[in-house]
C-alpha cells in the first residue's frame, strides 16, 4: 500500500467534503442550545457576527472534524458513522478556545473578537459550557455497541485538555532560567494533553464506533496525537513569525505575550548565550517594546529555534504517516490524511 | 408499606452516613486532578482553605451525594453501587456553583470567598472546567451493563443545567412588569431546569446502574426534581428572609441583587398593588437602599408571597413523597429520603 499524497490540492478538497458531511448535524445540534449560548456558540464557530448576522469565512478550518471523518473511512466505515463523533470533538475544541481565551486573556481570535471580548466574561463561561455539555450529549446520545467505549475515551480527554491547559497556564508563571524553569520536556507534556490529545481522541472516535481493532485504533490515536504536536508547533512558528494578515494576530504576538512556546525554548537548550538574553528580554517585567520583540524573535532564529521546530514538526508528521502504514488502512482516506497533515505543514514553510 | 419519617434526627445521621460512603471516593478523584485545579476544587468543596490548609466545614450538605446512596439503596442495591453516580453529581453540582458564582459575580459563598474571588476568574473557569470533565469521566468510566445508559442521563442533566443558568442570566435582563415580564411559570421552568434536573439525575442514576425498572427510575427521578424544585424555594425564602449568621450571606441579599425569586414573583401575581410598588422599587436603577429592601420585603410577605412559597416547597416535597410510596421501594432508604426532605424544608419554617 502507498501512502504518498496525491497532488496537493486534496487537502483543501477533503477538508470541503468532511465539513460536507459533519456540518448540518453540527448546525442541528447548535440550533437545540437555549437562544443566548447558541447566538454566543455560533458566533464562536464563526457562522454569525456578534448581532447575530450569519457570517462565513471566520470558522476554523475543521481539520478535527475532517480527521475524525477520514479515520473512520479508513477503517473501512462509511461517514455518516463519524459523524456524532466529529460534532463532539468539534463542539469540544470550540469550548475548549472559548474557555482558553477567557484565561489567556486572548481579545482577537480569526480576525475577529473572542467570545469573551464580544460578550462579556459570565456569557462566554456559559457558552463554553454549553459547548462543553452539547458535545458530551452528542457522543452519548449516539449509543451503539460501542458508544460507552467512545464515551470514555472522550471523557479521558476532557481531562487531558484542562490538564494542559493548567500545565500552560502555569507556565506563565515559571522562570524563563534557573530552577524551575520551562525545559522542552515540559512543553512537549504540556502540548501533548492540551493539543495532541483532542486530535488523538479524534481520530480514535469514529473507529472505535465501528468496532475497529484495538491496535488499530490505538495507531489512529497516535497518529492524531502526533498531528496534533506537529500542529501546535506550526501554531507556535505562526505565534513568532506568522503574516498578520493571515494569522490574524499581531506580528510577534507570541513574543509579545511572553509564551514559552517551543521555538524559545529550543534556542535557549541550544545555545546557552541564547538562553542568557532571552531569558533578560522576556523575563523582564512590563510591556516588551516592538525593538526587543524583533530582537528576541532573531535570536531565537539564530540559535537555530526556529529550524529545530520546524523540524519536530517534520518529524511528527512522519511519525504520524508511520502510524498510518503500519496497519492495513483504506488507501484513499489514508492518502487524504497524509495530504492534509502535510497541508498544514506547509502553512508555516 | 408506611413513609411517614422517623425522628427528625435520622436525616443528619443519613447524611453523615452517606457522606462516609462517598467522600472517600470524591477525594481519590480530586486527587487525580492537575495540582493547580485541584486547590481550588479543594477549595470549592470545603476540604481546604484558599492558602491550601485543609479545614472543614464549608462544604456543602452533600445532600445530592446523599439522595444517589438512599434512592440506589431504595431499590435495593448495595450503596457502594451509586458511589460513582454521587461523586459525579457532586462534582458536576460543585462544576455549576463555581462557573454560576462568576457569571452572577457573587462574592461569598458558605462564608467564604467564592472560587473567582479568591483566585481569579481564570482559575476559576479552569477549577469548573476541572470539576465538569472530571464528573464526566468518573461515571463513564464507572461502566457496567447501564453505563451507557447512566452517561446518557447525565449528558442531558448537562444540558439542563446550562439551559436553566442561561435562563436565569436572561430574567435579569427582562423586566419587573408589563410585556416581557418573568411570570410564575417562566420561573418554574427555569428552576426545574437549574436545580430540579440535577437532583432528579442524582435519585436516577444509581437505580439506574442498578438496572431498576424504568418507572421506577421515573418516579425516583422525578421526586428528586421536585425535592430540587422545594429547596430551591427555600434557599429562595433564605435569600430574603434567611439569618445572615446561618446562610453567610448578608440580609434581604437576594432583594439587593434584585432576582427575580419565586416569593417576589408570587407577590406579583397574587396582588396588582403589590406589583405595582414591587416593580417601581426594584425595578429601578443603581443600588437598592437599606430602607428599600426591608421595604420591598414587607411588601412581598404582605401580598402572600412568603406563603405561597412555602406552600409550594410543602406541595414539592409531598409530591415527591407521593412519588416514592407509588413504588414497591425498600421502606428504610426511602423513609431517610423522606426525613431528609422535611429536614431540609424546615431549614426555613
Do not use: N
Given at each position: 500500500?502507498?501512502?504518498?499524497?496525491?497532488?496537493?490540492?486534496?487537502?483543501?478538497?477533503?477538508?470541503?467534503?468532511?465539513?460536507?458531511?459533519?456540518?448540518?448535524?453540527?448546525?442541528?445540534?447548535?440550533?437545540?442550545?437555549?437562544p443566548?449560548?447558541?447566538?454566543?456558540?455560533?458566533?464562536?464557530?464563526?457562522?454569525?457576527?456578534?448581532?447575530g448576522?450569519?457570517?462565513?469565512?471566520?470558522?476554523?478550518?475543521?481539520?478535527?472534524?475532517?480527521l475524525?471523518?477520514?479515520?473512520?473511512?479508513?477503517?473501512?466505515?462509511?461517514?455518516?458513522?463519524?459523524?456524532?463523533?466529529a460534532?463532539?470533538?468539534?463542539?469540544i475544541?470550540?469550548?475548549?478556545?472559548?474557555?482558553?481565551?477567557?484565561m489567556?486573556?486572548?481579545?482577537?481570535?480569526?480576525?475577529?473578537?473572542t467570545?469573551?471580548?464580544?460578550?462579556?466574561?459570565?456569557?462566554?463561561?456559559?457558552?463554553?459550557?454549553?459547548?462543553?455539555?452539547?458535545?458530551?450529549?452528542?457522543?452519548?446520545?449516539a449509543?451503539?455497541?460501542?458508544?460507552?467505549t467512545?464515551?470514555?475515551?472522550?471523557?479521558?480527554?476532557?481531562?487531558?485538555?484542562?490538564?494542559?491547559?493548567?500545565?500552560?497556564?502555569?507556565?506563565?508563571?515559571?522562570?524563563?532560567t534557573?530552577?524551575g524553569?520551562?525545559?522542552?520536556?515540559?512543553?512537549?507534556?504540556?502540548?501533548?494533553?492540551?493539543?495532541g490529545?483532542l486530535?488523538?481522541?479524534?481520530?480514535?472516535?469514529?473507529?472505535?464506533?465501528?468496532?475497529a481493532?484495538?491496535?488499530?485504533?490505538g495507531a489512529?490515536?497516535?497518529?492524531?496525537?502526533q498531528?496534533?504536536?506537529?500542529?501546535?508547533?506550526?501554531?507556535?512558528?505562526?505565534?513568532?513569525?506568522?503574516?498578520?494578515?493571515?494569522?490574524?494576530?499581531?506580528?510577534h504576538?507570541?513574543?509579545?505575550r511572553?509564551?514559552?512556546?517551543?521555538?524559545?525554548?529550543?534556542?535557549?537548550?541550544?545555545?546557552?548565550?541564547?538562553?542568557?538574553?532571552l531569558?533578560?528580554?522576556?523575563?523582564?517585567?512590563?510591556?516588551?517594546?516592538?525593538?526587543?520583540?524583533?530582537?528576541?524573535?532573531?535570536?531565537?532564529?539564530?540559535?537555530?529555534?526556529?529550524d529545530?521546530?520546524?523540524?519536530?514538526?517534520?518529524?511528527?508528521?512522519?511519525?504520524?504517516?508511520?502510524?498510518?502504514?503500519?496497519?492495513?488502512?483504506?488507501?484513499?482516506?489514508?492518502?487524504?490524511?497524509?495530504?492534509?497533515?502535510?497541508?498544514?505543514?506547509?502553512?508555516?514553510?
Open positions: 500500500m502507498t501512502t504518498h499524497a496525491g497532488p496537493r490540492t486534496t487537502a483543501p478538497g477533503a477538508l470541503a467534503r468532511c465539513r460536507a458531511s459533519v456540518e448540518p448535524a453540527l448546525r442541528a445540534a447548535v440550533a437545540s442550545l437555549h443566548q449560548p447558541r447566538r454566543m456558540a455560533s458566533f464562536s464557530l464563526g457562522w454569525c457576527d456578534a448581532d448576522t450569519p457570517s462565513t469565512g471566520s470558522g476554523g478550518k475543521g481539520v478535527r472534524q475532517a475524525a471523518v477520514l479515520a473512520t473511512e479508513a477503517v473501512g466505515a462509511p461517514a455518516e458513522l463519524a459523524v456524532p463523533a460534532v463532539a470533538v468539534e463542539l475544541h470550540t469550548f475548549s478556545l472559548v474557555h482558553d481565551d477567557i489567556d486573556g486572548d481579545e482577537r481570535r480569526r480576525h475577529r473578537d467570545v469573551w471580548k464580544a460578550f462579556g466574561t459570565g456569557p462566554a463561561v456559559l457558552t463554553g459550557d454549553a459547548l462543553f455539555a452539547l458535545g458530551v450529549r452528542t457522543l452519548a446520545v449509543g451503539g455497541e460501542h458508544g460507552a467512545a464515551v470514555c475515551r472522550l471523557a479521558e480527554t476532557l481531562g487531558d485538555l484542562v490538564h494542559g491547559q493548567a500545565d500552560d497556564l502555569l507556565f506563565e508563571t515559571r522562570p524563563w534557573g530552577p524553569a520551562v525545559g522542552l520536556a515540559d512543553y512537549r507534556a504540556m502540548a501533548d494533553r492540551k493539543t490529545a486530535l488523538g481522541c479524534a481520530m480514535a472516535l469514529g473507529p472505535v464506533l465501528a468496532g481493532a484495538p491496535p488499530v485504533v489512529l490515536s497516535e497518529a492524531g496525537r498531528l496534533g504536536l506537529a500542529f501546535q508547533v506550526v501554531d507556535d512558528l505562526l505565534g513568532i513569525w506568522g503574516d498578520p494578515q493571515a494569522t490574524g494576530k499581531p506580528v504576538s507570541d513574543l509579545h511572553r509564551k514559552k512556546t517551543l521555538p524559545v525554548l529550543a534556542a535557549m537548550a541550544l545555545d546557552e548565550k541564547a538562553a542568557e538574553r531569558g533578560r528580554l522576556l523575563g523582564s517585567p512590563g510591556p516588551l517594546s516592538t525593538t526587543d520583540a524583533e530582537r528576541a524573535a532573531a535570536i531565537v532564529e539564530g540559535a537555530g529555534g526556529r529545530f521546530a520546524l523540524e519536530d514538526a517534520r518529524r511528527q508528521v512522519a511519525a504520524a504517516r508511520d502510524c498510518l502504514t503500519a496497519m492495513p488502512l483504506e488507501e484513499s482516506a489514508t492518502r487524504e490524511i497524509v495530504a492534509l497533515s502535510e497541508y498544514f505543514l506547509d502553512r508555516q514553510l
